[in-house]
């Protein structure tokens, strides 16, 4: 079948509701390694409404970038890397798309203009020899067609939206000549510069000390209140999580654990990885109080090419139950409305029986 | 108590950028006169955003780094200005456990030559069998296996890894560790692992730690007192608990609202401070936050505030007492 069709399955009023901007089913996505097949991301399903924002967390390897990447096919190409699943994302054009089987070209053109994202480290994403406007303004070029000129002028707008002083100047200097919060602030400027409905951001302020961080949180939110887009947002900071999710989505060993509003994950968490990772965070009001351990999760993350029959978190858990834990994957039940769990004892868990 | 560690005036200049060819380079005040003392037993904590010199002071501490100006006395004799030999005996009483678990560990080492390093410099006349009877002792200190004392790096995850650097700065037995940032690449549930295990050796080894972190719920956690660093100077020194109910010094203040609770129900007014640091090379005159400050007066850029004790055991550098800030923890 032409691509063609294979797009315009998305566009199919079932797929996608009036307001959502991405629907994600069933992705997996599995590396070829020389170990073997590591399946990175199994069975994640979510969606993202306009002007939603969507907290990923989650232990280290968990598979959150992957995600991320994914959904934006910025993984390898196969056979190093096989993405099976459907993306649907809405473009400006309203237009349904899945990404999964999108043609590189067109992928190319969702990229930027559709969904953009930013990562963690700016320094990476940033071309060193190359001044910061001539790189927002190439952004902004190949998506708008706007000449040179009316390039660096936006890109000047862009840089003062996000709060650099000094726009035009700044606009001469290079990322090296940057700190990194004011990188964080371009590359924002550079994934804003097409007005994209979708902001994948990848530990965008984990690198950053608190006040700048702040400063960051603060301008993603006054953004998003001005272009209403969806943002998925990854970070391993819950008190980020709190203050900027909507909803959220834990992961371990690949898989969505739990998933619900931000306030009933925070208030009345079902998973004990994530009750585990909640108390795990030592309290600000308790500081100086006395040092009560804290109470961490022992052991670690499971070994992603020899993961554990059943529930992978079963090696950690303080509830696992042997023969009942570990003979099958536990199935992603709805708990609550809108609130999912991966976990056979949820229910007698939250009935307060441990 | 006795102070085991008293720093007096400390300063540390790098040499900065040229500013144009021919010019001479600029200088870099990374340490610009700290002062403080640990004392035995006690835990204290150095706060403060990238750059302000937190490592600095921890490597001239450690004398890894000459100092520039200052004084540093441990266990009462001074060190500052000792030769490499007389260092000797002091460098084996004082460790350092380091940030990144995936870097300071040579990947081509085994458990035994890593953790046993220490050993080879201070104590090399010791046989293989005592040397490997040591290292197996400071891995169980860590709640790592004796049967991991062949294997390699690669092999451990990122906290085990933290784990293998304390049990290397712990083989000596040392009064002081420094700890620079030990657990702020690794995962929640493992930085608290690491975390109760810094404090549980701290009791049974009565160790004295000199913390450096930027993660404040991190260091309200673990301290008895803590020291907030800014451009190089320290501009606020109190107990934990007073540090964080009643802080005295703006800079503080803003640092404390700018942490993110987790907590959805939480909502509350922050101070987001505007810009960046200033740069080292290029200090404000006067109170060194002045330029991000909310209350500045023009008598700020005067002179740079002293360090002044406002209450027992605590001490602030601003020239302003008629302020009242406000803490997100509340009075206890
Ligand atoms: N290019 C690759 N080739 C092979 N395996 C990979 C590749 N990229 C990621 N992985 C593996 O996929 C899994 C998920 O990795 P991912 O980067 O998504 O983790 P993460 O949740 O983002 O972790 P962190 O919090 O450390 O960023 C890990 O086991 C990782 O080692
Ligand atoms: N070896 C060095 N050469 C030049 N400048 C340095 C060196 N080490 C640190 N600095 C500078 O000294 C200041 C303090 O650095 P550092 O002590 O590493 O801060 P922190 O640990 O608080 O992040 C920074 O401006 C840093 O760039
Ligand atoms: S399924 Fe069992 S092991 Fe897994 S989280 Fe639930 S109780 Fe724990
Ligand atoms: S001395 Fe002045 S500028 Fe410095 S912290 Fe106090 S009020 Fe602010
Ligand atoms: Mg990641
Ligand atoms: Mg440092």
Redesign the interface.
């Known amino acids: 079948m032409m691509p063609e069709a294979v797009t315009d399955r998305g566009a199919l009023p079932a797929a996608l509701a009036e307001d959502e901007i991405l629907a994600v089913r069933d992705l997996s996505i599995a590396f070829q390694t020389p170990a073997g097949r590591l399946a990175a991301v199994q069975d994640v399903s979510f969606t993202l409404r306009r002007g939603e924002t969507l907290a990923l967390v989650g232990e280290s390897g968990s598979g959150k970038s992957v995600t991320s990447l994914g959904i934006l096919r910025l993984t390898p190409r196969a056979p190093f890397c096989r993405i099976t699943g459907q993306v649907l994302l809405r473009g400006r054009d309203g237009r349904v798309r899945d990404l999964v089987a999108l043609p590189e070209e067109a992928m190319r053109e969702v990229r930027g203009r559709d969904a953009a994202m930013v990562f963690q480290e700016p320094m990476t994403s940033l071309n060193p020899v190359h001044r910061v406007g001539e790189q927002v303004a190439e952004a902004i070029r190949f998506h708008e067609g706007l000449g040179r000129r009316a390039a660096l002028t936006k890109a000047a707008e862009l840089l003062e939206l996000v709060g650099i002083p000094d726009p035009r100047r700044r606009l001469a200097s290079y990322p090296h000549e940057l700190s990194g919060g004011m990188r964080q602030r371009v590359m924002i400027a550079m994934a804003l510069s097409c007005e994209p409905q979708l902001l994948i951001a990848d530990e965008p302020t984990t690198a950053l000390d608190v006040t700048i961080q702040a400063q960051i949180l603060d301008l993603l939110r006054r953004l998003q209140e001005r272009t209403r887009m969806a943002v998925i947002f990854i970070t391993h900071n819950l008190g980020v999580v709190a203050e900027i999710a909507d909803r959220v989505m834990v992961m371990y060993a690949g898989r969505v654990v739990e998933q619900a509003p931000v306030r009933p994950l925070f208030g009345a968490p079902l998973m004990p990885y994530t009750r585990g990772l909640l108390r795990s965070v030592p309290r600000l009001d308790l500081a100086g109080l006395g040092r009560e351990k804290l109470a961490a999760i022992p052991g670690t993350v499971p070994d992603p090419l020899d993961p554990p029959p059943g529930c992978s978190f079963a090696p950690r858990c303080d509830h696992v139950e042997p023969g009942r834990c570990d003979a099958a994957l536990p199935g992603l039940d709805l708990a609550r409305p809108e609130h999912r769990v991966r976990c056979v004892r949820w229910a007698e868990l939250a009935g307060g029986v441990a | 108590m006795t102070a085991l560690l008293e720093v007096r005036d400390l300063r540390k200049w790098f040499a900065g950028p040229r500013p144009g060819p021919f010019r001479p380079r600029a200088k870099l005040h990374a340490v610009d006169g700290v002062s403080f003392d640990i004392q035995r037993g006690e835990v204290l904590s150095l706060v403060g ?2 750059g302000s010199g937190k490592t600095t002071v921890g490597r001239t501490v450690l004398r890894l780094a000459r100092p520039d100006g200052g004084t540093i006395r441990f266990g009462g004799t001074e060190i500052t200005s000792l030769s490499r030999d007389a260092l000797r005996p002091f460098r084996r009483r004082m460790q350092l456990v380091f940030q990144d678990p995936y870097a300071s560990l040579n990947p081509k080492m085994t458990v035994e030559e890593i953790v046993g390093a220490p050993l080879a410099i201070h104590e090399p006349a010791i046989g293989t069998a005592e040397r490997r009877r040591r290292v197996e002792e400071a891995l169980s200190l860590v709640g790592l296996l004796p049967s991991h004392i062949g294997r390699y790096p690669h092999e451990f ?4 890894r933290q784990r293998l650097g304390i049990a290397r700065a712990l083989i000596l037995r040392p009064e002081l560790l420094i700890a620079d940032e030990p657990v702020s690449a690794l ?7 690491v ?2 295990l810094m ?1 549980e050796l701290k009791e049974r080894l009565g160790l004295t730690i000199l913390f450096i972190s ?1 993660d ?8 008895d007192r803590i020291a907030v660093m800014y451009l190089g100077r320290l501009v606020e020194v109190a ?7 009643a802080p005295r010094h703006p800079y503080t203040e ?13 909502r509350r007014e ?1 101070i ?6 200033p740069s080292p090379l290029n200090p404000p005159s006067g109170c060194p936050f002045r330029t991000r400050c909310r209350y500045a007066l023009p008598a700020c850029a005067e002179a740079p505030p002293a360090l002044r004790e406002m209450a027992p055991g605590h001490w602030k550098a601003c020239i302003r007492d008629d302020i009242a800030l406000a803490s ?3 009075v ?1």
């Open positions: 955003e990238s995850s990122g906290g085990q995962d929640v549930s493992v930085q608290a692992q975390v109760n404090l930027h404040l719920a991190v260091v309200g956690h673990i301290s107990p934990t608990r007073a540090l964080f109910t803003a640092l404390l609202s700018a942490v993110p609770i987790p907590d959805p129900m939480v922050r987001v401070l505007t810009g960046d640091v997100p923890v509340g206890a």
